[in-house]
């Protein structure tokens, strides 16, 4: 090989290795940062302003009373949902700029970011111009008690209004994602988190209104969105030389996202559908002797969410410089980290389910102990799915989950309504299990395929 070639076949393994977020030795070749210190310091960002709701919680309750902490609560689900109302450009946001970091191209970056940002706050304005619209139907449906009906039109307005902002910080937060910045976005999520539940609970003390809370929010989130702003005028300086909206690049976010809203929007229906189900056929007592255990599993859910959160860029990166080993490897770390953390907790309450439940909540939900048992197994295997599911959308497949899920959707809730019917609560844990089985068999087979197919493709090429 002549010299120049060798000179520029090592250039191109040290842009590689840098422009992938990991360190390089003098020769150029990768070592890439631990996965579990991604997923750990990506954790954390995540679990401390969660706590720290935990804890000024009774003050907002207190402070609010029941019927405008009611208000409260579905402003807050709003704005804890915002996956539903992305278009599903943040994904493929993360995913574009790990790829265009991998292979060099800094040039595109200034314009994948412009391009995601401004789509998103244009869809936070039109969907806040909506809810705005709408707010008087959704104060009269919810049916909440009539002193604070005024007062819940004024906030579900505000959150409106608020949304642009709250969507534009989403888009900057998968930029950083994308860019394997996962400790100054940690950071700056944590701190955020933490100010908004202080703020917010020493505003519920004070008393002041359902409106003032939301600007709090809305406040504290601009100078969330300020400073990953400020981290990414650091990390890409190209940002600053102005709006660079592209409308290829629109298009293909577009097309890529319009599949991971298709799956974003279906999953609540598998995740929620069998709740309903319960309360028309078995009524509030069985359906709160389901809701328990489901919603505690449904918190370890963040466990793989996490872990996908920090290997996902990995996995999209991987993918654009032809690295099928480095796919492999990253995808097998990945579900062995989160089988490891989530088996482990899921073992513990398939052993001990009377004492947590009797412990926890009381001995009136230790009837729950046997579907809490089937529904930890159950989570365990949807845990797997879920891995499998974010390794095909890395690997430029958003709708191969999408489409399988929209496949099973109407047998699983045919299922589920033959097992309450039949079994009750015990039937839908054992649903909630057979449809983890069923998406990590078939999530499993499409993640096969698609390596196959890009080995046969390198093959080719080759």
């Not at 104060?139 to 969507?167: D, H, I, K, M």
């Not at 888009?171 to 940690?186: I, N, Y």
């Not at 299990?433 to 395929?449: C, S």
């Amino acid at each position: 090989m002549p010299e120049d070639s060798t000179m520029d076949h090592r250039f191109t393994k040290v842009a590689v290795a840098r422009t992938t977020g990991w360190p390089s030795n003098a020769l150029g070749h990768r070592i890439p940062r631990p996965l579990w210190w991604n997923s750990l310091v990506t954790g954390c960002g995540q679990a401390l302003p969660a706590l720290a709701h935990m804890l000024v919680l009774p003050a907002l309750i207190h402070g609010l009373g029941l019927d405008r902490f009611a208000v409260f609560a579905v402003v807050w689900t709003l704005f804890s949902y915002l996956t539903l109302f992305d278009l599903g450009l943040s994904r493929g946001t993360a995913r574009s700029v790990a790829q265009a970091h991998a292979l060099g191209n800094e040039r595109s970056l200034p314009r994948i970011v412009w391009t995601s940002g401004l789509l998103l706050v244009l869809m936070g304005a039109a969907t806040g111009a909506l809810l705005w619209l709408l707010a008087p139907i959704g104060v009269a449906w919810l049916r909440f008690a009539s002193p604070v009906n005024e007062e819940a039109l004024q906030t579900f307005r505000l959150a409106g209004a608020a949304l642009p902002v709250f969507l534009g910080a989403w888009a900057l937060q998968a930029v950083l994602e994308g860019l394997q910045r996962f400790a100054p976005l940690a950071v700056a999520r944590a701190v955020s988190g933490a100010v908004t539940a202080l703020a917010l609970g020493v505003a519920a003390r004070l008393g002041l209104g359902l409106p003032s809370l939301v600007g709090i929010m809305a406040i504290s989130r601009t100078g969330y969105f300020l400073a990953l702003a400020w981290i990414l005028r650091r990390a890409i300086p190209g940002i600053r030389a102005g709006v660079q909206f592209d409308l290829r690049t629109a298009s293909a976010l577009l097309n890529f996202g319009r599949w991971v809203m298709l799956h974003a929007w279906m999953t609540p229906l598998l995740t929620y559908g069998d709740r309903f189900v319960i309360g028309v056929l078995k009524g509030p007592v069985d359906l709160s002797l389901y809701v328990v255990p489901q919603e505690v599993l449904l918190r370890l859910m963040m466990i793989p969410t996490t872990v996908m959160s920090a290997a996902y860029p990995l996995l999209s990166s991987d993918h654009a410089t032809g690295d099928v080993d480095r796919v492999r490897k990253v995808f097998a770390e990945s579900l062995r980290l989160a089988i490891m953390i989530l088996g482990s907790l899921s073992l513990v309450l398939i052993l001990f389910p009377r004492e947590i439940l009797h412990f926890w909540i009381g001995p009136q939900m230790v009837r729950a102990a046997a579907p809490l048992q089937i529904m930890a197994a159950g989570s365990l295997l949807l845990g797997s799915a879920y891995v499998c599911s974010i390794a095909c959308t890395a690997l430029g497949r958003p709708d191969l989950p999408a489409r399988i899920t929209l496949a099973i959707a109407a047998p699983y809730m045919a299922l589920i309504v033959v097992l309450i019917k039949t079994g009750g609560v015990t039937g839908a844990a054992v649903g909630y299990a057979l449809r983890g089985a069923v998406q990590l068999a078939l999530y499993t087979w499409a993640f096969a395929n698609l390596l196959r197919s890009q080995v046969q493709r390198l093959g080719g090429d080759g």
